[in-house]
Structure formats: C-alpha cells, structure tokens
C-alpha cells in the first residue's frame, strides 16, 4: 500500500489471517490502525508505524504481544478478545494512557 500521507486505516471485521510484513512500510503517518475483528494469530509488522497512536485488535486469535518496539506515540492499545496469556513488550509506550486486555487468559500481571 503506498499511501504515504494516510492518518487512518479500518480493516475492522474481515477475515483477515495474516499480513505480509511489508503491509506498513509506506504508511509512516498512521495515526489510527484497526484490525479488529478478523482473524490474526500474531501481531503485524509494526516498525514503520512511528506516528500510530491508536492500534485496535480486538478480537482476533493473537496469542503473543509482540512488534510494538517502536510504537513510541502509542496512547490507546486495544487486544482484548484475544488468546494473550502473558503481558509482555509494553514497556516502551511510556505514551500509553488506555489498555484493554479483557477476555484474554491473563493470569499475571507483574509486567504493569
């Protein structure tokens, strides 16, 4: 996708599975990413998204929290519904104001 100056991507409710790792790569203004309600096992490719603010996947089959090492702007995560057993990679979004794990099969919390 070569849309350098799009802010918001919805790909809410489709049957999304899988993104090639370079889905992203010209999409370094993204503001708004929403992948909810598809059917993703792991987290995409995210290290071009320098400006995402909002990431919403929601209710996929995702079941590790990965690839959010340079989400720096992040304010609002979004990975409820999902297959997470562990909180893990979010120690970088020193940015971070809104977390949503619910529905997910969480049984620690040491990494908050």
């Known amino acids: ?11 809410a409710d ?4 899988e993104l090639h790792p370079f889905t992203f ?3 370094t203004n993204l503001k708004v990413l929403d992948l909810s309600i598809n059917k993703l096992h792991q987290m995409p490719q995210m290290n071009t998204l320098v400006n995402l603010e909002h990431l ?6 995702i ?5 959010m090492s340079s989400l720096g702007k992040l304010k609002v995560l979004n990975l409820s519904f999902n297959r997470i057993t562990k909180i893990e990679g979010i120690s970088n979004l020193k940015l ?3 977390l949503e794990l619910g529905k997910n099969y969480i049984s620690d919390t040491d990494a908050l």
């Not at 489709?14 to 599975?17: E, G």
């Not at 919403?56 to 089959?61: E, P, V």
């Not at 079941?63 to 690839?67: H, I, K, L, Q």
């Open 63 to 67: 079941n590790v929290m990965e690839n």
């Open 14 to 17: 489709n049957l999304i599975k």
């Open 96 to 98: 971070l104001e809104v």
């Open 1 to 11: 996708m070569n849309c350098p100056f799009l802010s918001d991507l919805i790909l």
């Open 25 to 27: 790569q010209k999409l």
């Open 56 to 61: 919403n996947l929601r209710q996929n089959n």
